[in-house]
């Protein structure tokens, strides 16, 4: 199966500021890679799919890149309902595998 | 509206089995790849098991491989999981949800979930 691995674990930022998540894979997903945010208590919540994707109402300030094996989710001013986790997710082959997550907390 | 309604988790013991539901609604059930996801206390998601509506895509996660069967039944839209020679670390809240209708294999509508607790 397909490994990702996320990085940071935990990021620590104050709103309005940038905020840069990576997911790596341990082989090629080609652009086969999706981010979710999970707030607690509720169900995740689709950001991006295929890389640079924004899904149906997600704003403008979520933003995908990448390709291959090293992706990234930019969250270009982080606003409050923004602190969360977020996951990413590939479907390039099953097992569909999901990171373990980066925490992006208030400073 | 879209809704996925999941029912049947609990607490069980080791070894046993236990069947989750999860009842769909508000959408062409068929035309959707529909996908088991879980989450233990405190950690991430794993992805459970997928299926299509024909069973000409289904899949498990090597940690279920064996012990899990995923089916759904057109008829009543609904989705469901056997589990079978449960063990603790399948202790987790079940989500279920549907593939995106932009692209196979993404999730964009999910469930409140389902509690299982295996623990004697």
């Known amino acids: 199966e397909i490994v990702l691995t996320q990085s940071p674990a935990t990021l620590s930022l104050s709103p309005g500021e940038r905020a840069t998540l990576s997911c790596r894979a341990s082989?090629?997903?080609?652009?086969?890679l999706a981010w979710y945010q999970q707030k607690p208590g509720q169900a995740p919540r689709l950001l991006i799919y295929d890389t640079s994707n924004r899904a149906t109402g997600i704003p403008a300030r979520f933003s995908g890149s990448g390709s291959g094996t090293d992706f990234t989710l930019t969250i270009s001013s982080l606003e409050p309902e923004d602190f969360a986790v977020y996951y990413c997710?590939?479907?390039?082959?099953?097992?569909?595998?999901f990171g373990q997550g980066t925490k992006v907390e208030i400073k | 509206e879209v809704q996925l309604v999941e029912s049947g988790g609990g607490l069980v013991q080791p070894g046993r089995s236990l069947r989750l539901s999860c009842a769909a609604s508000?959408?062409?059930?068929?035309?959707?790849?529909m996908h088991w996801v879980r989450q233990a206390p405190g950690k991430g998601l794993e992805w459970v098991s997928g299926m299509s509506w024909n069973s000409g895509s289904i899949g498990y996660a090597d940690s279920v491989k064996g012990r899990f069967t995923i089916s759904r039944d057109s008829a009543k839209n609904s989705l469901y999981l056997q589990m079978n020679s449960l063990r603790a670390e399948d202790t987790a809240l079940y989500y279920c949800?549907?593939?995106?209708?932009?692209?196979?294999?993404?999730?964009?509508?999910w469930g409140k979930g389902t509690t299982v607790t295996v623990s004697s």
């Open positions: 082989r090629s997903v080609s652009s086969y």
């Open positions: 508000g959408f062409k059930f068929d035309d959707y790849i």
């Open positions: 997710q590939q479907r390039s082959n099953w097992p569909i595998t």
């Open positions: 949800a549907k593939d995106s209708p932009m692209v196979r294999g993404v999730q964009d509508v």
